[in-house]
């Protein structure tokens, strides 16, 4: 853990450095024997206390954690269990300036849809995609597996901005797959609708006129970075 | 229905234990006896990307027409000495179990033009889906689900099916995340008491279903439970050490299809399988390389070595260049299956030495092969029935798991990397939390948070939660 | 270029004629050393439904960028001991060098890549196209097409090519028809004079490409002629007995790139590897079971008892349940070869145990099979040597391959229904009619009646048709 | 062989069977052991003598003959060496009827252009196709191996009435079949366009706005007979 002084640059860093490492909190002793010491919690306290901008608690502290625990989890560095106590640890962190954002919405890089398509009930790769999604920014807004098109469209109108994406595990689904990107195309002619799931390729994301493709969760943020670049 | 209990290893000496032998061999479909020397190809296809519903079903059954007589043919060209084939059976085809019998009756009537015509020793398996979780929370013993279930098992038995499979899903509703977390109190508790007790529920309809039949109640595979964690292992999502766990664990969910009556052989992409055949002597299928078209592995040869039928799990029907893909598929079994018949016919030793080199050839480079080397099945099986009850049994397992893979790791040829020995630790250190008593378990899993889970399904009441 | 005849054989023992070893080992590409031991899978892919022009060569780089990574990451998972990357061109990567040079240097990155970041021993094997027969009649040895194949050998070779290879067609213009009628005398000349004139007018200028390189000038294939035959016989438009008698004729024409210095590794879909191995001693290419994907075949097994690479043919990149194709058929070699190696490391007794189980599975079987054992190898290999001259040479090894067949079918194991025994006689009276003189042969031949062949691209005077 | 009488029903009978043993004429002595008896030449000069119309001799006799060849070979009793010979046969009896059918052309069961597509060199497949499909009666204008739309064209343009047929081998030539399909609807939109060839099939041919699709040739002469039913 980094050396511990009062600069808010520093403090940034460690919650960064606790998110990574999954502390949540003093109490916790994830690392083993760090118990009593400060976790994101008592970081993002500090901060806050030292003015530090909620905005950039978030940005340079929290997300910024994440997102290196994202690019680990894609170069094969650490396992999803990681992953998911570093998102545990961020989301506390996360309560904590909530209030602070009053009654706005958290600041975002976007709303994101996501769902798998009818017939499927396949959720494990959806679910990873919509975490990793999260920790790069995005607000997550998770329709679960057997979506009819109706239900992906009526999310989609709650929530105009946002970015979609759907999951087919199965070849017969691959069929509700196109036909969910067909209804969104109806009500929503350009709306970024990406797609993925492991028969899915390119050439079928073309096929069906969905957005693009993405064969893994950091490819998946890439691509959305193309396709609706952060405003 | 009686149930059987296991307490004894029907085979305890792991050189006994080898491919196309099992103790108790089952006869079926046209002449076709499982385990009694032979190893025979099993064949899986499933559909290219395409809908099923009431309006493509004419389209479905073309697919399907054309997919069995190209494979059957392939099989009476390469004079394979018999054949099973399997339909497993996609969620529509369960729900609405008319259509999937329709299937079936149709590669019935294939299979028997081919064994008429070309003497073909050949016989069919039917794998209704399990699609109880269509509806959240899952009800599991009730509800339109569970009712297109039970028909689908007797329409598939009516229209020919010689034996009837499942992948059943009982527990999922706490495995899924407790797979990602890596947390195995949550696993144990999934497949040793959740899982456990659905499949003794479930395989009693199955038996009654087959009852008085000509279809066998077969078997059953952890699939959704240790080949998702496989899956996630091998794409580096999670650590092998814990896939290799959940993959011996998940032996005492499926052993309770056999002790409610199953005779074999297993589902072939229980891996589960040879632990299955030392305590209980059924046949068993198993896949390896020739399934990496379904999905890859590290696994390819050491999973042949104790296979009685020898399957691809699932390929497309997709055109590839040398012939459509399940063809290709059967021939690929087809020689796999020469190769370990020919040697056997050179008498056990020989056999033997292919099985060796099979289990050596994958051993060494993965905890979830090191933990199918014939003496490690054997050791993994022991502790299983030296323990009572699904839930001591787990525990039983989960813990000599563990040994076998620190012992292997540190003075025997198990190569693990730094991060896999952090977690075999991880691993040891949660069993040691884990209550050896049922209800503390079950409490301390928390099945209260799993949105999804009725504990009244599982025979669990509230207040025990 | 300096020619080298082959009076004895380099292998004289059939015990001596085991995968995995060859006496003339070659080592290339990232430390890789072929027929000292180990046997190696060897890749190939090539693209799914889509055009090459100019204007899709990005989306073609894009392909083979993604099969690449896709291939070699399995690779390192799977820790193979070494690997072979094969890249076939197609036809208009060939008639335009510089796309097939620039996918050459795209493969070559990866590799070193993979190479500077694993430690994965590698090499690339490019095979230019035979696209000569663009135009028609043949010309051979000038004209655009030819040129476009010159440049092709250069551009590959400077791309980073570590071995040089082709599938040539020298002969085909009278070998095709041939094939249909199941006419002996005319394949005679179309291998054993056209196709050995061609080929040693054509290795002389891979020679030269690949001197002062790095890159090997491997080895040449005659699947145009032998493995067509293989394909129609699977199809059972012609008899198998002919498609034997194809085969083991086909070595006369491809030994002659080894008499004109190429040194190995041969090309995969070479059946008559075997005996080129017997009689050079370099080690060689095959493919069997696991290449299903790209043909089906009787000798899915017995192909692999004499493999020092082991190869899938090819197979398009297309999404399978469990991966991309290449991946899935990586995988599949890799298991494959992990078995022959760990049986090699039992000793030269073990490893000829697992030999003669993968010859003994198929030989009986079909007459493809059996003139492929070890004994029948060394035969057949034997006959070639002690003749003078392709054409001599051709002959013999007709005769030789029907006593094979006639002694296996009458006293040994081989299995041969009515109508093949029916076509060994056939192809037996054919045989006693061919002259014994070349140019009587040729004339015999009726090549004027062929109406793409040019006499002048095989050094045939007008007048001697 | 069939009793030798005189009746004109055994004479087709004979010719029938001669086309089946490949038994061209008296001279060949094909079967063994067959030289100077009558092979197809003779009987149909005997049919003539006897007055037995030329369609007779030709759909009774000759394409009798060879349709059973044809039937035998799709059931694999006979290799193509053997309907090679049989074809040669029913030649020989078709250069003697020629000239009877005095300057119009033989009767058909239509004309088919067949050839394969731009950059395919494959033709095996192809040759067998056409000829079988000549001994169920078709006219076969073959237009040959890398045929360039503009050339389709330019044959059907000749033979308005045909059918067509397009083989491909290579996945990357399959492209090229799409393409010459679009050229021919061009000119001819209603053009019956089947196609074949290893790594086509039947949802690639609809793709493309083929006709339909076979894999072998007994499939290709039925799937004919369905899509341009003989008048
Ligand atoms: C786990 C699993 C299950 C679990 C699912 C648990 C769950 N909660 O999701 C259970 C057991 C329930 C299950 C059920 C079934 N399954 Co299932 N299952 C699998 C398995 C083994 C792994 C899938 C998985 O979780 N992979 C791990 C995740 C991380 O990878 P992923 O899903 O590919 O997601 C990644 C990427 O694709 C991408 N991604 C995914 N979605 C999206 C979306 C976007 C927008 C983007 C950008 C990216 C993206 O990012 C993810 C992370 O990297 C596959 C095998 C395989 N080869 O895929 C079979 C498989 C998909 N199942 C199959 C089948 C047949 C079934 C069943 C019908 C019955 C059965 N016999 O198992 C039922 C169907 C249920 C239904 N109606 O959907 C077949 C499909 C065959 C076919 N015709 O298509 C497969 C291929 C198995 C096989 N080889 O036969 N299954
Ligand atoms: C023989 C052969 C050749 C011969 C061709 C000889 C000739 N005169 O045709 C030669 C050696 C010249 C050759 C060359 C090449 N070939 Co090539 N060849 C083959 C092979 C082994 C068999 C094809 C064959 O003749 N089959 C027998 C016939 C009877 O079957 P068929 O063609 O499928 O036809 C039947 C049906 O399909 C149908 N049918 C066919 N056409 C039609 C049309 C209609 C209208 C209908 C209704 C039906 C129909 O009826 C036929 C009779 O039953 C295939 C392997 C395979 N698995 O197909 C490779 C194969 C097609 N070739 C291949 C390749 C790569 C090539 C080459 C590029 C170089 C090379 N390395 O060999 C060149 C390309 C030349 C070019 N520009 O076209 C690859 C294609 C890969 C890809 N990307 O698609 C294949 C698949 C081999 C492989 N496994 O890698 N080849």
């Known amino acids: ?231 | 229905m009686a149930v059987r209990h296991y307490t004894n290893l029907t085979i305890d000496r792991s050189e006994d234990l080898i491919f196309g032998r099992a103790p108790h061999p089952v006869t079926c479909g046209h002449d076709l006896t499982i385990g009694a020397g032979t190893v025979y190809p099993e064949i899986n296809f499933t559909l290219p990307p395409m809908e099923v519903t009431e309006s493509t079903m004419p389209a479905v059954l073309d697919q399907y027409q054309k997919i069995i007589d190209g494979v059957c043919q392939r099989a009476v060209d390469l004079q394979v000495p018999g054949l099973v084939v399997e339909f497993e059976l996609l969620p529509p085809m369960t729900i609405e179990p008319a259509w999937g019998e329709s299937i079936v009756a149709l590669l019935r009537r294939a299979l028997d033009g081919y064994h008429d015509k070309h003497g073909l020793k050949i016989a069919l398996r039917a794998t209704p889906t399990d699609v109880r979780d269509g509806e959240r929370p899952v009800r599991r013993r009730s509800g339109r689900y569970w009712e297109a279930m039970r028909d689908s098992f007797r329409r598939c038995v009516s229209a020919g099916a010689d034996m009837l499979s499942i992948e059943s899903t009982g527990g999922k509703e706490a495995s899924d995340d407790a797979l990602l977390q890596c947390d195995l109190q949550t696993m144990l508790v999934a497949l040793g008491v959740l899982g456990a007790r659905d499949m003794a529920f479930l395989w009693d309809e199955i038996g009654e279903a087959c009852k008085g039949t000509q279809c066998l109640s077969a078997g059953d595979t952890a699939c959704g439970f240790a080949n998702t964690a496989m899956v996630l292992a091998d794409r580096k999502m999670i650590p092998k050490v814990f896939a290799a766990v959940v993959r011996t664990l998940s032996t005492v969910r499926t052993l309770v299809a056999h002790e409610h009556g199953a005779v074999g052989p297993t589902k072939d992409c229980a891996y589960e399988g040879p632990y299955i055949k030392a305590i209980t002597g059924v046949p068993i299928s198993l896949e390896g390389k020739s399934a990496a078209c379904a999905h890859l592995s590290s696994i390819g040869n050491i999973a042949a070595a104790t296979a009685d039928l020898w399957s691809n799990e699932s390929v497309q029907n997709v055109r590839l260049l040398g012939g459509d893909a399940p063809v290709v598929s059967l021939e690929q079994l087809a020689y796999d299956c020469r190769l370990m018949n020919i040697a056997a016919a050179d008498g056990a030793d020989a056999a033997r030495m292919l099985r060796d080199w099979l289990v050596r050839s994958d051993a060494a480079l993965d905890p979830q092969a090191y933990v199918l080397t014939p003496d490690n099945v054997i050791r993994v099986a022991r502790a299983i029935v030296e323990a009572d009850g699904a839930f001591a049994r787990s525990r039983e397992t989960i813990a000599v798991t563990l040994d076998i893979l620190r012992e292997g790791a540190t003075d025997g040829p198990l190569h693990l990397n730094d991060r896999e020995k952090h977690w075999l630790d991880m691993l040891q250190m949660q069993l040691e939390m884990i209550p050896t008593d049922e209800e503390a378990a079950i409490k301390a899993a928390c099945l209260g948070t799993k949105p999804d889970l009725v504990p009244g399904a599982y025979e669990i009441d509230d207040d025990k939660l």
């Not at chain 1, 905005?55 to 954690?65: D, K, P, R, S, V």
């Not at chain 1, 109108?157 to 759907?166: F, I, Q, S, W």
């Not at chain 1, 797959?177 to 067909?182: D, L, Q």
């Open chain 1, 1 to 231: 853990m980094t050396e511990t002084t009062d600069a808010p640059k520093d403090i940034l860093a460690n919650i960064a450095q606790c998110v990574q490492t999954g502390k949540a909190d003093a109490n916790m002793n994830i690392p083993m024997g760090s118990k009593g010491q400060p976790g994101v919690a008592e970081w993002v306290d500090q901060a806050i206390a030292k003015d530090v901008p909620p905005q950039t608690i978030l940005a340079e502290g929290l997300m910024a954690g994440l997102q290196v625990i994202g690019k680990k989890f894609a170069a094969n560095e650490v396992f999803i269990p990681e992953v998911l106590i570093a998102a545990r640890a961020m989301h506390a962190g996360m309560n904590k300036l909530k209030p602070l954002f009053a009654e706005q919405d958290m600041p975002s890089r976007g709303t994101f849809v996501m769902g798998t398509v009818q017939g499927d009930l396949h959720d494990i790769g959806k679910n990873l995609v919509c975490m990793l999604l999260e920790g790069a920014g995005w607000r997550i807004i998770d329709v679960g597996v057997d979506c009819a098109p109706e239900k992906l469209v009526a999310a989609i109108k709650e929530h105009p901005d946002c970015a979609v994406g759907l999951s087919a595990l199965l070849t017969t689904t691959m069929v509700a797959m196109g036909k969910a990107v067909s209804a969104i195309r109806e009500s929503f002619p350009d709306k970024t609708v990406i797609v993925g799931g492991a028969p899915v390729t390119e050439e079928f994301a073309k096929e069906i006129g969905a957005s693009g493709y993405a064969p893994d969760p950091s490819a998946a943020i890439d691509l959305l970075d193309r396709l609706q670049p952060a405003a």
